[in-house]
């Protein structure tokens, strides 16, 4: 606990950011860099908007995913959460027979969400199972009851108040390049982002997540009620995978029940790219937007790259792979500078 | 003083002797932890299935079918198992296992369009190619885990996506067939009404399980996943034990493609993503501790013959492969949480349940 | 002693011989469950069961998957139907369960899986190269022969649709030499956003495209979605394998020109009936009528001898599309 | 020390009547009562496994109690749980500190008073001006925005005993706060004990370093395999009563050191021996059977030294020496593989697989001695290894295939020393062999490291506790600011000595 060592290697700490963003960041500049020089159609506003389109259902999955991150455990259910409340949702409202409107369907996948998650929460908390455990089983579940017993159609025309916004924009500009579109869902998963970060940073409750994310057991000693905070949690996570869903399908203008589910690995990969613990206890907003950011702005332009077509997945993996080796080269990197000054901790990478 | 008891009925007698007679002989072969719970429910499911529909579930075909079945399914769970056992997880089995047999595949139509002759003798050697790729595969895993530093699941996810592209690539996407008919005939025979394949996955699972709970390199492993720190204050290098453990995975890997192939004589990028996550299923319900550190070779082949029982069990009752979905789910969370229900119960108020160390 | 899988019921006597009507269950495979195009050939595998007094009904997975459909068709080898008809994820991956199904005397029959070995009688709707010839053949007339256009396909290893787009491409370089390919086909992993975010990439890539055809059913919706947003729907043609309830409403705005697709019950339809028709010891041959619309006069298809082609394709425009119901 | 006015005692705030706990088979408290009066330190002793911790869990809610009452303020439960504890005034600092490893030191010391006080908003600024409140009035040097995880565990003990300051306990429980501590932070800590305790706050405090005991506490109460010995006034009580109520025998704490051989070789040699930002210029030898102590204040560089010599932290300059041969030490395998042994000073996570078996354990550190010819494990000769080390370290425990998480400090202490005897090392460095160790064990490891150096290895010794230095080392290394200021031998090796030359 000494003052020493507060100089150069202090501020690039700052400018790295707790979780890494700060590289993460350069990353995303780099590799927007590379694919302009690459091809110039790429440095264009529809180009933008597009990217930021095609980030909202992932941004929010992952805020989700990132709030369990955070608490220690692993989700591998909120895509089967947010299909389940979704496709139910446009099936309940097909006719839309109540007249409920769009307000209707919101709160009603959000109820269908939390339910989900709920039983999520209560299995980990009261169980005091292992989190990946518990979501691989009711991923099964859920998936399955929405299947054999909700419907599997692929349904093309949504209920008219859901279809209305599918085609709202926020901004159109009309450029040398084309039109560019951005579309008005953006609102939402900026709020949930900015609200998400004030609630990890600025409340008990997300310090709660922090604090059960590092140690659970001293958690429960320093009386933080763990198993309402993880109920909490994993309702929470439910209600955002039905936002998700919801935007999915509005966005999509369809409610095909066969898709979002098999994707969760790349959400998770998106989490922890952007800085988040697999061990639980570290992770920002910050670094999850540019995560998901990184991942989107690879899989959107391999084409416009010139990769070819077969080598998109082999090119996904390999970006994957830097963009994290550089990660745990540089967090080695300060490890070993941080060990030669001797604070005590440097022990375990200093091999 | 002396308070009343009511004598003790026959029945009751008869019972309790027989309930000592059955702990003895539980005791007697006594598997622990995951292997264990899972003969237990193995023994559930077998039994149910019998009972609701024999003439199908018990049918010679049908069992065959169960060992015939579970082999590939088995060996990649293994390896998933040897990779949680240090902590990690490897996503890219599945991946390896098709580049594999895809290479296999590739060197046979090649060799047997020059000499067919020559192709089959050399099956050995196209058979160690195969393993080989699976070893690549797993080195890079692992140097990237244990060198560069990345998290295994996103390292894992990475090469997956590479793997599964090279495979892609390679093969311009179509399936590939052919196989050396050494290992086609592997593939259909059997030895005692005893599919051959699950005599080799037999064979893997016991070379595994001396491997993890009789060599040094076994504890190695097992102590690197239980607390990485104390591992290298006890000199284990573990950079090395990683690398090991993931080309492990890999050989397995490679060992799973060759199955593949002997199974059915194609290769393809494609062939058994729906595994992915499956494997995890198994490698849990079969004991092992996704922190790391614990796991039980016996579970896992347990887990895996009860997860092929069930499923076959499904479609001898018509049900659907989304309840199939379902129930496999909860049959997972269901153990899981009986498992700790039954663990707190014996012991009711330990927070830190002290774990038996198994293997 | 040693032995093969296929030893147990090889001479069994009850595993032929299942001939009479009642009794006699038929069961098709799909590829996944629960999707339209399967419900659809549900309902044809029903109505047909229904017609004939057989037991008739399918199976899938709950995803597309060829692990899954061997481990199905393993396991009903065992319920020793009289027919197992199956539309194949990879009918590669299919050969060696297929043989043991075979060997015990079930008949096999494929749909949707041209070189298929050990099916005893593999039915298309139609000529592959013939169907790709024809959505180009539309493709062409609608940008009028000029123009870049590019071909989307669910899977780099769905080879129906390697075989629709490679004739089409074919078709185009003999007779729009105007035209021009500008990708090589492009991989939607059979996901309408993923072929909406491809689609896109390619309108930002080629300002100037005027083609799209697409060949899994969810690749046209998303390349028409991309399409519409980008406000081209009047300047970019696109085309491709769909059906009529997920294209109806990019029908509607002509951000989808045309659908070209196969009625998915008579296809089930189909393959029973050649079941029934082996399994009461006739033969399927060149000129065969099944008595399903499509299915009247069977072709064989050179080069393969379990090959049999029907003339099922069906195109529709916005207002064709509107006489079907799925 | 003022002794507690002994005319009419203030009602006790805290009481426990009967407290019976099992784990398992394990009895760990067999009807234990006591009270706590406002104004007193009230001091626990007793040997590993006796029982405190799990006490003091009891009160504050973490473990439930199979039977008996815990009475606050007259007022009876069958059992607390954490936040209803801090709700009525119970502080802990738990001997594994129980701390966020992820937030930062700041955020660790008030998070759970926040907590406590039911608040809903967090903002970093008035955690950290509350954090540096505390942390100036203890007048300690901390970086609060440092993530916890890379303290060293003095650190992290100075962090958790900040946290249990900050809100205004009624009772303050500290179990073994000292452990980790020198002997300047010991008598800060001590000062504000006192200041607590004149100010009405009663203190419940454990110590297996009986002198401390005696110095701060008015009584002590002694528990022996989870029974209630005795409570006596401190002043009627001397180290050595303290010890033998808790052991039930005597023991001694005397120096003895054998005379060396006058031929005894030099096992280990260094010199020069430098690392950038952390020691320098650090030579000396240590010659076979010699047990050499090394102290110095917390951040000396003392256990940098240690670690390089063991190859975990390498070292820039200098060269090092085994049995005269030059030996590379770039990592830990290098160290081992000439020959050195260390028992860190971090246990439980950098010397244990607590969930793993004793037996693995032990033979952590030499799977590859105990396998046969065809690289198998030989179970005879771990067995045989495992046997031997028990009696010989007398360590207690049911079986061999128990998880040490369910030993006592002491017993798991013995078995990170079976771990490197199992390996036979030339040479042994050890930090803080003994931290929360109780006496009677303590003796007996410093009786098993006297015969390990009689068998001819070189020992190092680290530690804080100074009359363990003299109790058997030969000689003493004192560091200072990463370099050695003095060498005591012979004569010179006493208590006052140590403390002095340390401090200066
Ligand atoms: N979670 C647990 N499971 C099983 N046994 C336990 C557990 N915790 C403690 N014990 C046992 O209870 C007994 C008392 O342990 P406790 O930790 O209270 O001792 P202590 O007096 O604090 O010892 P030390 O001085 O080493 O800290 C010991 O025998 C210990 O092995
Ligand atoms: N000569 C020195 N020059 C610069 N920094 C030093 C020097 N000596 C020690 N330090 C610093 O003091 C801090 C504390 O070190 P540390 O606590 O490991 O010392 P220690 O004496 O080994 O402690 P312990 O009492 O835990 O054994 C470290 O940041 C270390 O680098
Ligand atoms: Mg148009
Ligand atoms: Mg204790």
Redesign the pocket.
Known sequence: ??A??VTAGAVAHRLRGSNNEGILAIVLVLLVVGMSIANPAFFTLPTAFSILRSSIVPLILALGVLLVIISGGIDVSFAAIAVFAAYTTVMVFEGDTFGLGLVGAVVSALIIGALLGLVNGFLIARFRLPTLIVTLGTQGIFNGVLLAYVGSRYIANLPDPMAAISTTNLIEVTTAGGHAYLHVLVIPAAILALALSLVLRRTMFGRSIYAIGGDIDAARRAGIRVTRIQLVVYVVVGMMAAVAGMIYMIMGRSANPHELVGGELDIIAAVVLGGASIFGGRGSVLGTVLGVLLIQVINNSLTLAGVPSAWQRTAVGVLLVIGVGVQALAARGTWRARGR????TAREVTA | MKTTRPEQSPLDRLNTTVDAGWGRLINRVSPQGGARRMLGLLIMAFALFSVLNPAVFLSATNLQNIALAAPEIGVIALAMMLAMLTGGIDLSLVSIANLSAITMSTLYTTMAAADPGQAERLAPVILLAGLAVGLLGGLINGLLVSVVGITPILATLGTMQVYNGVAVVWTGGTTLSGSPSALTNLGISTVGGIPALFVVFVVVAVALGVLVSRTPLGLRIQLQGANPTAARYSGIASRRILLSTYVLTGLLGGIAGSLFIARNPIASADYGASYVLLVIVIAVLGGTDPKGGFASVLGVVLATLTLQIVASGFTAMRLSAYEYGIAQGLILVVVMAYDEVRRRWARPVSRRPARRASS | GCGTVNDGAAGDPSATGRTSASGTTMVTVVKVKGIAWFDRMDEGVKAYGQEKGIDTRTEGGDDISPEKQIQIIQNLIAQQPAAITVVPNSPEALSSVLAQAKAKGIITVAHEATGIKNADVDIEAFDNAVYGQKIMKSLGECMGGQGDYVQFVGGLTAKTHMEWVGAAHEYQQANFSGMKRVEDPIESTDNETTAYQKAKEVLAKYPNIKGFQGSSGNDVPGIARAVEEAGKEKDVCVMGTSIPSAASKYLATGSIDKIFFWDPALAGKAQLEIARILSTGGKIEPGTDLGIEGYHSLKKLDGYDNVFLGDAAIEADAEAAKKYDF | MPPATPSSPPPPVLAVRDIVKTYGGVTALRGVSLDVLPGEVLCLAGENGSGKSTLIKIISGVERPDSGEIVIDGAGYRSMDPTGAINRGIQVIYQDFSLFPNLSVAENIVLTSAVADRRRFYSDRAARAGAQAIVDDLGLDVDLDTDVERL????KQLTAICRALVNDARVLIMDEPTA?L?HTEVDRLFAVVERLRSSGVALIFVSHKLDEVLRISQRVTVLRSGEHVITSASQDLDPRAIAQHMTGRELDESRQVTELEPDAGVVLEVERLGLR????DVSFSLRRGEILGVA????????????SLFGALPHDTGTVKVDGKPVRLRSIRDAIGAGIGYVP?DRLTEGLFLDKSISDNIIAGSPDQHANRGRMLDRRAVRKTIGGLFTRLRVKAPDAHAPVRSLSGGNAQRVVLAKWLARRPRVLIL??PTVGVDVGSKAEILGILRSEAADGRGILI?S?DAPELVACCHRVLV?R???IVEVLQGDEVTVDAIREKVAA
């Open positions: 606990m000494t020493r060592g000054l001797g604070i005590n | 060293s565990v003095a650190d980790a020198t930002g952390a020691y320098r110095g204040l917390l951040g000396s560089g003392r256990t940098e030294i240690a670690e000073e930090n803080g680290i804080d560091v600011h990463g370099r």
